[in-house]
T-cell receptor, first 114, second 114 residues
Framework: AQSVTQLDSQVPVFEEAPVELRCNYSSSVSVYLFWYVQYPNQGLQLLLK??????LVKGINGFEAEFNKSQTSFHLRKPSVHISDTAEYFCAVRLNTGGFKTIFGAGTRLFVKA | DAGVTQSPTHLIKTRGQHVTLRCSPI?????VSWYQQVLGQGPQFIFQ???????GRGNFPDRFSARQFPNYSSELNVNALLLGDSALYLCASSYIMGSSYEQYFGPGTRLTVT
């Protein structure tokens, strides 16, 4: 079975500071990895995804993530955050064997302070 | 192009009642997935439909059912509502291209069971 653990439920950070949101996953088979963002009262928006190839993935809004197979991690980073980045962030995994089921972590609330 | 649309936006039901939630995928998308997001948690996979057939089911009771129509829109039905069914129900659509694909989420239907 697959599982996703987001290690921080809340991350407060000052504007223009760097941030890292941590995600670890468990799976006995190969998976695809995703980060989504959810703004209040909205659905989920894809930030970035890792399917194969380069382990450093760049996404929208200046976010990037690094896939580490040995540590089964997929941490999300941004070098300088803005107030508008305040939102809930979800890490997710999906089997790459043709199945459609996506497993989400519990989410990390990023709060950017002025 | 219109994104994924869901109706209604909000819904209040009482215990024991039945509810139907609707989803229209992005034009050209043939797959629809349903997720339940309880407050403070990540989305949990309920169903996946592709070409009008169920292709995946999460760990939800038989009170939950769904179907996909010839125009690829979908309905999620929940019978005998319980207080614990209160949640944001998200629909996501995707266009299957090989084994890597992206899901696009709608804004969700907020269901409150009293």
């Amino acid at each position: 079975a697959q599982s996703v653990t987001q290690l921080d439920s809340q991350v407060p950070v000052f504007e223009e500071a760097p941030v890292e949101l941590r995600c670890n996953y468990s799976s006995s088979v190969s998976v695809y990895l995703f980060w989504y963002v959810q703004y209040p009262n909205q659905g989920l928006q894809l930030l970035l995804k890792y399917l194969s190839g380069s382990t450093l993935v760049k996404g929208i809004n200046g976010f990037e993530a690094e896939f580490n197979k040995s540590q089964t991690s997929f941490h999300l980073r941004k070098p300088s955050v803005h107030i508008s980045d305040t939102a809930e962030y979800f890490c997710a995994v999906r089997l790459n064997t043709g199945g459609f089921k996506t497993i989400f972590g519990a989410g990390t609330r990023l709060f950017v302070k002025a | 192009d219109a994104g994924v649309t869901q109706s209604p936006t909000h819904l209040i039901k009482t215990r024991g009642q039945h509810v139907t939630l609707r989803c229209s995928p992005i034009s050209g998308h043939k797959s629809v997935s349903w997720y339940q997001q309880v407050l403070g948690q990540g989305p949990q996979f309920i169903f996946q439909y592709y070409e009008k057939e169920e292709r995946g089911r999460g760990n939800f009771p038989d009170r939950f059912s769904a179907r996909q129509f010839p125009n690829y829109s979908s309905e999620l039905n929940v019978n005998a509502l319980l207080l614990g069914d209160s949640a944001l129900y998200l629909c996501a659509s995707s266009y299957i291209m090989g084994s890597s694909y992206e899901q696009y989420f709608g804004p969700g239907t907020r269901l409150t069971v009293t």
